[in-house]
């Protein structure tokens, strides 16, 4: 079975300070990983995601992360934020080899100080 | 391409009342999903289609909950005799073939009074 652990319910940066958001995995076999962005009262947006290429994977928004087998983890990080990064944010990870369905983390609300 | 598209964005019926959503994805798109999301929550699997087949279901979901998609095209969620611990967001989603990203709708916000 695959799980998703987001590590911190909530994160505050400075605007222009470094976004870490942390997602560690559980899966037998490396899953695919992706990280999706939720505005209030909208659906989820793909950021990026991770299938088995490169393990650093840029996305939109000059997001990025990097995939980690050693220690089950896809961070995303962002090196300067942004006042509308503002949202919440969901790492997600489905089974290559079924793929019938996509295993979310609790998010994390990512909260920008001008 | 239109995106993924939900019916209807907003929803307040009474309690023990049945509702019915709509969900219209990607037209290229064989796979269709359907999530539950409640305030603070990650979104959690209710069921999948590949094509007309309802090939998963969650185990946690209600007898009272039903999904189809007729023509393998739009698919309708339905929830018989709402309960107030059906209020969250349904979001649908779809992709083209397995293990490629979801795409997402807007999501049907359900509230029951």
């Known amino acids: 079975a695959q799980s998703v652990t987001q590590l911190g319910s909530h994160v505050s940066v400075s605007e222009g300070a470094l976004v870490l958001l942390r997602c560690n995995y559980s899966s037998s076999v490396p899953p695919y990983l992706f990280w999706y962005v939720q505005y209030p009262n909208q659906g989820l947006q793909l950021l990026l995601k991770y299938t088995s290429a490169a393990t650093l994977v840029k996305g939109i928004n000059g997001f990025e992360a990097e995939f980690k087998k050693s220690e089950t983890s896809f961070h995303l990080t962002k090196p300067s934020a942004h006042m509308s990064d503002a949202a919440e944010y969901f790492c997600a990870v489905s089974d290559r080899n079924t793929g019938n369905q996509f295993y979310f983390g609790t998010g994390t609300s990512l909260t920008v100080i001008p | 391409d239109t995106g993924v598209s939900q019916n209807p964005r907003h929803k307040i019926t009474k309690r023990g009342q049945n509702v019915t959503f709509r969900c219209d994805p990607i037209s290229e798109h064989n796979r269709l999903y359907w999530y539950r999301q409640t305030l603070g929550q990650g979104p959690e699997f209710l069921t999948y289609?590949?094509?007309?087949?309802?090939?998963?279901k969650s185990r946690l979901l209600s007898d009272r909950f039903s999904a189809e998609r007729p023509k393998g095209s739009f698919s309708t969620l339905e929830i018989q005799r709402t309960e107030q611990g059906d209020s969250a967001m349904y979001l649908c989603a779809s992709s083209s073939y397995r293990n490629t990203e979801a795409f997402f709708g807007q999501g049907t916000r359900l509230t029951v009074v």
């Open positions: 289609f590949q094509n007309e087949a309802q090939l998963e």
